[in-house]
């Protein structure tokens, strides 16, 4: 259970930061579009980029940072709810990635309460140390998939851009 969750966490934090830097002009006319000066906007990006990769790399390590990874991973996905509400109010609509919408951005308040759920299952597990074949297998599970959605994304994009 311990690796699955480890898996499925590291997984959501990956596929979030490479679909942001593959798209990140869209990523960045999104931060804009919450009232960030512009100015400010590369920064705030790559903060962003940096704490989600980081968080991707001590949920794939399992037993790093116990219990603080699970608190900031936590403050980080409620910050991003409380600023969704704002921007949007509590109506759960898709998110405005301007043309690129990620699997993961649907329905942004329900998916940031179901990860919340997952990160307080995750804090009251008993952790326990991988194995390198585990951290291998674990690291190829969240890339592997990761590439397999995002060529979808891609190919469904491709075929919107041909019928219009």
Same mark, same amino acid.
């Given at each position: 259970m311990v690796f699955l969750l480890? !898996? =499925?966490i590291s997984f959501i /934090? /990956? %596929? %979030?930061s490479y679909s942001k830097i593959v798209s990140m002009e869209n990523f960045h006319m999104e931060l804009a579009s919450y009232g960030i000066p512009f100015k400010w906007v590369p920064i705030l990006s790559r903060i962003i980029l940096i704490f989600e990769a980081g968080l991707f790399i001590v949920f794939l390590l399992n037993d !790093?940072?116990?219990k603080w990874k699970q608190l900031l991973a936590a403050i980080f996905i409620i910050t991003? !709810? =409380?600023l969704t509400i704002v921007k949007n109010g509590l109506k759960n609509r898709e998110c405005s990635c301007f043309g690129t919408n990620h699997p993961l951005s649907r329905f942004p308040i329900l998916r940031n309460v179901v990860i919340l759920l997952l990160l307080v299952i995750d804090y009251f597990l008993l952790k326990e140390s991988y194995s390198s074949h585990e951290f291998v297998l674990s690291l190829l599970?969240?890339? %592997?998939i990761t590439f397999i959605l995002e060529n979808i994304k891609y190919k469904n994009e491709l075929e919107k851009e041909m019928e219009s």
């Open positions: 480890g !898996t =499925i /934090f /990956f %596929s %979030s !790093t940072m116990n991003l !709810t =409380i599970i969240v890339l %592997s």
